[in-house]
T-cell receptor, first 114, second 115 residues
Framework: GAGVSQSPRYKVAKRGQDVALRCDPISGHVSLFWYQQALGQGPEFLTY????????KSGLPSDRFFAERPEGSVSTLKIQRTQQEDSAVYLCASSSGLSGNTIYFGEGSWLTVV | DAKTTQPNSMESNEEEPVHLPCNHS???????IHWYRQLPSQGPEYVIHGLTSNVNNRMASLAIAEDRKSSTLILHRATLRDAAVYYC????????????????FGQGTTLQVKP
């Protein structure tokens, strides 16, 4: 597709359940970012990949959060043993990685933990 | 990361110009000034960016102060579709010193456009 694609768009999980959120970046984009956005707040950085290498995971809130991009294209954000405070929109973004380039965002995966 | 300060909210009338201010007094020499906006229920989208000179594109204009400590996003004729949260972000370009070029969002300015 032409843009960043995320699935599922909406997910309701029971507390304690594991969830996996998928991101298909724009074809050929080297850089991939994950963000978390709570209701009424700006997006907060979680992690960054350059191709398959996870170069920055400083924003991951706990060891329950895990991200991977094994072949340098599709990425998965996994949240283990979900808790209510994990309810948020999870945004994926990609860019070509060149200096001054634009970062393109997907529409997000809306996670509600009940 | 250098911070930006924006008003929480602004209102505009449809088809009138809108000037969205941003203060960034701690900007460094390599920081670009980026503006993104987020429409309801969508991911952020790129609006414009600049380094020192004023910039124009099909969406907006960016006016940058001479000392680079502030900037203004200008929407020349606001429409109802411009109602969104506008984020002013300082971004160190990717590449140097292992910098990822990630965007650090603040609270942004919520723009309301009245018909």
């Amino acid at each position: 597709g032409a843009g960043v694609s995320q699935s599922p768009r909406y997910k309701v999980a029971k507390r304690g359940q594991d969830v996996a959120l998928r991101c298909d970046p724009i074809s050929g984009h080297v850089s991939l970012f994950w963000y978390q956005q709570a209701l009424g707040q700006g997006p907060e950085f979680l992690t960054y990949f350059q191709n398959e290498a996870q170069l920055d995971k400083s924003g991951l809130p706990s060891d329950r959060f895990f991200a991977e991009r094994p072949e340098g294209s599709v990425s998965t954000l996994k949240i283990q043993r979900t808790q209510q405070e994990d309810s948020a929109v999870y945004l994926c973004a990609s860019s070509s990685g060149l200096s001054g380039n634009t970062i393109y965002f997907g529409e997000g995966s809306w996670l509600t933990v009940v | 990361d250098a911070k930006t300060t924006q008003p929480n909210s602004m209102e505009s009338n449809e088809e009138e110009p809108v000037h969205l201010p941003c203060n960034h007094s701690t900007i460094s020499g390599t920081d670009y000034i980026h503006w993104y906006r987020q429409l309801p229920s969508q991911g952020p989208e790129y609006v414009i960016h600049g380094l020192t000179s004023n910039v124009n594109n099909r969406m907006a204009s960016l006016a940058i102060a001479e000392d680079r400590k502030s900037s203004t996003l200008i929407l020349h004729r606001a429409t109802l579709r411009d109602a969104a949260v506008y984020y002013c972000i300082l971004r160190d370009p990717p590449g140097g010193s292992g910098n990822t070029g990630k965007l650090i969002f603040g609270q942004g300015t919520t723009l309301q456009v009245k018909p």
